[in-house]
Nanobody, 128 residues
Framework: QVQLVESGGGLVLAGGSLRLSCAAS????????MAWFRQAPGKEREFVSA????????AYANSVKGRFTISRDNAKKMVYLQMNSLKPEDTAVYYC?????????????????????WGQGTQVTVSS
């Protein structure tokens, strides 16, 4: 079992920054890929960013590349998403996900069906 708790969301002006955090529990945390997805009202959940089990590989959606940075600290069982130059279209509920991808890195990291555990989500609102 893995439990995930997100924090760090809020209201920010366009161009501003936020840092999301995801606290994880569970023995397999350090062996699986972790990711952030987001869901805006009326839209499907979409991939934002992922990090490999050891932090050595990362991936980003084209819409956030160059503005967002994902990282993890396996000793603290934490995953972070630094979001800079925020835009109104970044407004969504952001979810942290723990995958079933064990010590591997491939195209599956962008697919929500590969993630077995999710946090409750944290709201990010970017106003113009």
């Amino acid at each position: 079992q893995v439990q995930l708790v997100e924090s760090g969301g809020g209201l920010v002006l366009a161009g501003g920054s936020l840092r999301l955090s995801c606290a994880a529990s569970g023995r397999t945390f350090s062996s699986t890929a972790m990711a952030w997805f987001r869901q805006a009202p009326g839209k499907e959940r979409e991939f934002v960013s992922a990090v490999s089990w050891n932090g050595g590989s990362t991936a980003y959606a084209n819409s956030v590349k160059g503005r967002f940075t994902i990282s993890r600290d396996n000793a603290k069982k934490m995953v972070y998403l630094q979001m800079n130059s925020l835009k109104p279209e970044d407004t969504a509920v952001y979810y942290c996900g723990a995958s079933r991808i064990y010590r591997s890195w491939d195209v599956r990291i962008r697919q929500s069906r590969e993630y077995d555990y999710w946090g409750q989500g944290t709201q990010v609102t970017v106003s113009s």
